[in-house]
């Protein structure tokens, strides 16, 4: 089969799938990262075999010795929030799901949410953690109050950079800064929240 014949029938995939290469690769990412997760849970020193990717998930950074005591405790939590998960019987409010094909997000939706008029703190979070608290994220740096995660692949690709996106996600964590936009259009993501935070500009 030509170049040509190739491309085409990939563009008829893409097209069947109703995905653009980009989405592909976002969703690419995801699936691999999720079954690496997986791994790491279910065999106990996965995760720790191969700290540098994990490290790098998390933290952004490969350098895993300088995130060891978040990084065991990011065990313990991950088994936490599957047994959260499954005790919820599918309602689990603290976690959203975020669609496999779905854009990294280092801020809300601003269609979607707006900083309340009486936030008096900008772009930044304060003194308030509610939504890595609630849910004792481990990535939380307790002594300056910030994400240790900012940025990292997690934050981008899950629930950090783009909460909120719905009403529930700002009632469960009691969210100050974030109200909804009276007009909005559908949520592009499925509901619920975080778990991680940072004082840095959102
Ligand atoms: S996003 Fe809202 S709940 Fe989370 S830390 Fe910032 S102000 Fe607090």
């Known amino acids: 089969m030509g170049a040509w014949g190739a491309k085409a029938e990939d563009t008829d995939l893409k097209e069947g799938l109703g995905m653009t290469r980009q989405q592909l690769g976002w969703a690419a990412k995801r699936f691999f990262f999720q079954a690496y997760l997986g791994f790491s849970l279910v065999t106990v020193v996965g995760g720790?075999?191969?700290?540098?990717?994990?490290?790098?998930?998390f933290f952004g950074?490969?350098?895993?010795?300088?995130?060891?005591?978040?990084?065991?405790?990011?065990?313990?939590?991950?088994?936490?929030?599957?047994?959260?998960?499954?005790?919820?019987?599918?309602?689990?409010?603290?976690?959203?799901?975020?669609?496999?094909?779905?854009?990294?997000?280092?801020?809300?939706?601003?269609?979607?949410?707006?900083?309340?008029?009486?936030?008096?703190?900008?772009?930044?979070?304060?003194?308030c953690s509610n939504c890595c608290t609630l849910i004792s994220c481990p990535v939380l740096d307790s002594d300056s109050g910030l994400c240790?995660?900012?940025?990292?692949?997690?934050?981008?690709?899950?629930?950090?950079?783009?909460?909120?996106?719905?009403q529930n996600e700002i009632e469960f964590y009691g969210c100050p800064k974030w109200e909804m936009r009276p007009e909005?259009?559908?949520?592009?993501?499925a509901p619920a929240p975080v778990f991680a935070h940072t004082a840095e500009d959102r």
């Open 48 to 57: 720790f075999a191969t700290a540098p990717l994990m490290t790098y998930y």
């Open 61 to 127: 950074d490969w350098r895993f010795w300088r995130h060891w005591d978040p990084g065991w405790r990011l065990l313990f939590h991950g088994w936490a929030m599957v047994y959260r998960i499954l005790r919820s019987n599918g309602e689990h409010s603290f976690m959203f799901s975020v669609p496999l094909t779905s854009p990294p997000a280092t801020v809300p939706d601003r269609n979607l949410v707006h900083r309340r008029q009486d936030w008096e703190f900008g772009n930044s979070c304060g003194s």
């Open 148 to 166: 240790r995660g900012y940025n990292s692949f997690y934050w981008r690709y899950y629930n950090c950079g783009r909460y909120p996106t719905a």
């Open 184 to 189: 909005r259009p559908a949520p592009t993501y």
